[in-house]
């Protein structure tokens, strides 16, 4: 205001870039008005040798910084009932009170407010007054859909432009979805806490990023996206999920493999026949070939660190198995039948036609039967060997 009156029209301005005219802050207990709005600086006051009844002494916060932008509070009901109410004054009549000091400043800021519906109803409040003021609610919800929650991802996951050269096949990016989808129905899981979208974009870049690891490691020039990589996922699912009692009794880690093994479940019927179902088909169990194979005594490992040509060589092995695939999908391309050849292998295990085990870095897949004689192995070394 003093440049204006000094200068004028000859007053220099600059441009505000929009990133410059948001401004955020997470409301905790311990923020003050002071922060938002203001307060008397002495060593302000003593530097212009000002006295504490001139207005130049009070050091603004950051509301009043932010005239003309958009000022968003997240967490609104952790923020202490006398703040609520300073911002109810500023909102309703434009009025400012520092220390004695009452200011009408015409600000024009667009407030945007935050809160968990779980938060303003039981553990905080927002203060009647100011919640009246508050001129539009808008009330979020999950993606309804795997396509919409897809987008969400793509748009929001940070890639590298190499990490984006690796193949993610459409079934893996809807299997990443569903467990964000199965987590939400799960009974292990705090269903007040929610499970955001931060879960998918999280568990999208860990698993383009194991592909990558194995990628550099074998010193190959491209890879695609396995379901053996979806070990790495599960440190993304275990640290944006909070588990209720019976969650914590079964571990953070096996309850990340619940979902992903639900997520496989609930997949494997849009590709494949229903294995309970086709036991009973006048048509002939088409999946009896590769479980006869397991039924012999043959087991298969699938560590996320095979070469593509290892990886190929062990899915080959399973008899039945590159037959079956053609049989339901004869114009996939050769590493998406590699794909759902291991997608095979995950289904039949959901559907407790054959057994898996949770490797370090992998997945293990033997006959349902024989892995009920192991009578000497505890729960944690059969699912985690």
Do not use: C, M, W
């Given at each position: 205001m003093d440049l204006i009156e000094k200068n004028g029209d000859n007053t220099q301005i600059s441009w505000q870039h929009r990133s410059e005219r948001y401004t955020e802050k997470l409301a905790t207990p311990d923020v003050t008005v002071a922060d938002l709005i203001?307060?008397?600086d002495p060593i302000k006051a003593a530097t212009l040798k000002?006295?504490?009844?001139?207005?130049?002494?009070?050091?603004?916060g950051l509301i009043p910084r932010a005239?003309?932008?958009?000022?968003v509070i997240n967490e609104?009901?952790?923020?202490?009932?006398?703040?609520?109410?300073?911002l109810f004054n500023m909102l309703q009549e434009k009025d400012i009170q520092i220390r004695g000091f009452k200011l009408r400043l015409p600000l024009d800021v667009q407030f945007v407010f935050t809160a968990n519906p779980e938060d303003y109803t039981n553990r905080g409040s927002i203060v009647t007054p100011l919640k009246d003021r508050i001129e539009s609610?808008?009330?979020?919800?999950?993606?309804?859909?795997?396509?919409?929650?897809r987008k969400i991802t793509f748009q929001e996951a940070r890639l590298t432009e190499e990490?984006?050269?690796?193949e993610v096949d459409g079934l893996v990016k809807d299997l990443v979805e569903q467990v964000a989808f199965e987590a939400r129905k799960s009974e292990f899981i705090d269903q007040k806490s929610g499970v955001?979208?931060?879960?998918?974009?999280s568990a999208y870049e860990n698993l383009i990023s194991t592909a990558e690891r194995r990628m550099l490691i074998n010193r190959e020039k491209s890879t695609f996206v396995r379901l053996s990589d979806l070990t790495g996922i599960i440190p993304a699912v275990t640290g944006k999920i909070e588990l209720v009692y019976e969650g914590e009794l079964e571990g953070p880690a096996k309850v990340a493999n619940t979902l992903i093994g639900k997520a496989i479940k609930t997949l494997f019927s849009k590709y494949f026949p229903d294995p309970e179902l086709a036991k009973k088909s006048k048509k002939g169990n088409p999946y009896q070939i590769v479980t006869d194979w397991f039924t012999e005594g043959n087991t298969l490992d699938l560590s996320d660190a095979l070469t593509a040509s290892q990886y190929k060589k062990e899915l080959m092995l399973v008899g039945g198995l590159y037959d079956l695939v053609k049989k339901f999908h004869p114009k996939l391309s050769a590493n998406q039948t590699l794909l759902l050849m291991e997608f095979v292998l995950h289904g039949l295990a959901e559907y407790s036609q054959l057994n898996k085990n949770f490797l370090e870095g992998g997945f293990g897949f033997s006959d349902m039967f024989d892995s009920l004689f192991n009578v000497d192995l505890d729960d944690d070394d059969i699912d985690y060997k």
């Open positions: 203001g307060d008397v000002l006295t504490y009844n001139d207005e130049r002494v009070i050091h603004f005239h003309r932008s958009i000022f609104l009901p952790d923020l202490q009932a006398r703040i609520q109410v300073a609610q808008i009330l979020t919800h999950y993606p309804k859909t795997i396509s919409i929650s990490q984006k050269l690796i955001s979208a931060r879960l998918t974009i």
